[in-house]
């Protein structure tokens, strides 16, 4: 069965075919226009999708070879996300059911990310632990099956990819930060400047606290002069990702040892990050089963949905083609 997966929650106009659980390619037009705000402009990514959705899919059918009617069916971000953006995917995608006639299936947005580590080579037993952690959302679930993921705990305040996007800021370097510190600080040193660890209770996670002592540190080492923090930059960029991958490991950590599960996957915009995937490499050692999507696919993209309707559709789950996209939708609630 082959299905394509259509993802515009956001900037990314993503569009992806999976064929029997596999990938078989797929297509992510970016949105630079975001770039010059400092954030996503949700009008300006409205319209964009618009423009780049059929290009998208054009690209991905000549790149594959696989006919429109070869398509048996058709999954689409419902949410969570940006109302605008959603609409333009949703309707995009109903149409295509409609004209030809296949199934369709509105899939999670969250799910979609979770079932993104299927793409990993490395197999993971259920259940296992996934550590989700993008822009919009920073989740520890306990994976027991398909469409049994439990939520063990969430982010109180910021997202992980979101402290990272505002610590970018601060640095003066370009958006989405998340890439720019990753690369920064490969040339910096973690340990010349300290930062706090939010000390959470249970399985939730915190970035308001770390954000504002980055803040002030940044500001302090700014008034010592501009050549001063551009000379930082680098060990800056290091600590505040230490700080914020370890505040993430520290849950992993702890769900390993209460659950005594030593099978853990990463998902999401931030499981892109080469130091936190190392850490996690690094944790095989003690024995630990451990699974990433290859890089292009932790961020938005068009197959984490074509996996996620592929799986839904193959257990016979479809969506009525009236229920409408919503910015909010809970991972409990609604895969
Ligand atoms: O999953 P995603 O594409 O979108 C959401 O669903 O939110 O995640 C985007 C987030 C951004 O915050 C971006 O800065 C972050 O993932 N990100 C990274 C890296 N690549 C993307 N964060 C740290 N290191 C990276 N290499
Ligand atoms: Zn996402």
């Keep these: 069965m082959i299905v394509l997966g259509i993802e515009t929650s956001c900037d990314e106009t993503g569009v992806g075919l999976v064929q029997d659980g596999r990938l078989v390619d ?59 953006p959603l609409m333009v995917g949703s309707l995009f995608g109903r149409g295509l059911a409609v004209a030809l006639q296949k199934p369709f299936v509105n899939v999670n947005h969250l799910f979609g990310h979770i079932v993104s580590v299927f793409f990993s080579e490395k197999k993971l037993e259920f259940p296992f632990i996934v550590l989700l952690a993008s822009g919009g959302h920073t989740m520890l679930i306990l994976y027991w099956d398909i469409f049994k993921p439990q ?30 510190i990753d690369k920064l600080a490969q040339q910096g040193a973690s340990a010349k400047y300290s930062l706090p660890r939010p000390q959470i209770p249970g399985f939730d996670f915190s970035y308001s606290g770390l954000k504002t002592a980055f803040r002030y540190l940044v500001e302090d080492i700014s008034r010592q002069g501009l050549d001063k923090l551009e000379a930082e930059k680098p060990h800056l960029a290091a600590a505040i990702q230490k700080a914020i991958i370890d505040h993430l490991f520290d849950k992993i950590e702890k769900a390993v040892e209460e659950y005594g599960l030593k099978r853990v996957a990463i998902v999401g915009g931030v499981a892109a ?63």
Excluded at 34 to 63: C, F, M, W
């Design 151 to 180: 939520v063990l705990g969430e982010t109180l305040d910021d997202a992980a990819g979101e402290a990272f996007d505002k610590a970018a800021v601060l640095l003066g370097l370009p958006y989405p930060g998340g890439p720019h």
């Design 26 to 84: 797929h297509v992510v037009a970016k949105q630079d226009i975001h770039a010059k705000y400092g954030g996503v402009v949700p009008e300006l990514a409205s319209r964009q999708h618009i423009k780049k959705i059929y290009p998208a899919l054009d690209t991905l059918l000549n790149k594959t070879g696989i006919s429109l009617e070869e398509i048996d069916g058709i999954a689409v971000t419902r949410g969570p996300g940006l109302i605008g």
């Design 273 to 335: 990050n080469s130091y936190f995937r190392k850490r996690l490499q690094e944790k095989e050692a003690e024995g630990w089963e451990t699974a990433a999507p290859p890089l292009p696919l932790c961020v938005d993209n068009g197959a984490m949905i074509a996996m996620a309707g592929w799986l839904k559709l193959k257990n016979g789950i479809t969506s009525p083609l009236d229920e409408p996209p919503t910015p909010r939708l809970p991972l409990n609630e609604y895969l």
